[in-house]
């Protein structure tokens, strides 16, 4: 069977595997048949339905355990979203820039959000991580900070897929090289500022203070990308 077969038999797999999700004839956590009889149920080759599974693992649709078999995930979106941080979006001037202004549609209201719902515990680990950061001199680790203290905040919105797609697309090792490029490698007082309103709209149930914080502070970071790429020529 040639390769371009073997494609079009394992999307094929892909699909029938699909559907006997959706029909409830795999459930979430459920362990598939053996890879001899799962290949006889579908009508595929094993060749076509190794694909398909590696396919739904890069997914997060199914899972492989070493020494017990393949199963379904929960099909939770922590289980479902993380591919999109695969892609390098932030290889070119023009994605770091529609990143940084999907954040900044998403993210005010994901701290608004973080205001009404979040717990006393919750405040409590980001007021945490806050003070780490404040204390931090080193670019790159705070950086990576700057990462848990937002997922921190869109964590505590209890809302899953927001919370899986800003972890798995905004947050990434990408982000954070694109950060450093817009700052070459310092780090701005004003986002230090902006952190700290952040945690104080939070902890006082300020609303509308953590809107507009949020929103000030990512369009300031949009500008200061925008600025180094068109600079760079980097569009």
């Known amino acids: 069977m040639s390769r371009e077969n073997v ?3 394992s999307q094929r797999a892909m699909e029938l595997i699909r559907e006997r999700i959706s029909a409830g004839d795999f ?25 398909a599974i590696r396919a739904l693992q890069a997914l997060g649709v ?14 939770q979106p922590s289980d479902l979203l993380p591919a999109l941080g695969w892609t390098d979006l932030l290889q070119h001037g023009h994605s770091a820039i529609e990143l940084a202004e999907f954040r900044r549609v998403i993210e005010p209201t994901a701290c608004g ?3 009404d ?9 980001i007021r945490r991580i806050h003070e780490h950061m404040q204390s931090v001199t080193d670019p790159r680790e705070y950086a990576t900070l700057d990462g848990q203290f937002h997922q921190a905040i869109v964590t505590s919105t209890g809302n899953g897929i927001l919370s899986s797609v800003l972890t798995s697309l905004a ?27 952040l945690v104080t709209a939070l902890e006082t149930g300020d ?9 000030a ?17 980097n569009q």
Do not use: C, N
């Open 7 to 9: 494609i079009t038999a």
């Open 27 to 51: 459930a979430p956590l459920s362990q598939l048949p053996r890879e001899t009889d799962l290949a006889l149920q579908l009508g595929v080759s094993r060749g076509a339905l190794r694909e």
């Open 62 to 75: 199914i899972e492989s355990r070493h020494g017990s078999g393949t199963y379904v995930t929960g099909l």
């Open 113 to 115: 959000l973080a205001v």
């Open 117 to 125: 719902r979040a717990s006393v515990e919750e405040k409590q680990e």
């Open 171 to 197: 947050y990434g090792d990408a982000w954070k090289r694109m950060w450093r490029a817009a700052t070459a490698d310092v780090i701005p007082e004003r986002t230090r500022r902006e952190h700290e309103a």
């Open 207 to 215: 609303r509308e203070l953590a809107i507009a914080t949020a929103h």
């Open 217 to 233: 502070h990512i369009s300031s970071t949009q500008r200061q990308i925008r600025e180094v790429f068109e600079k760079d020529g």
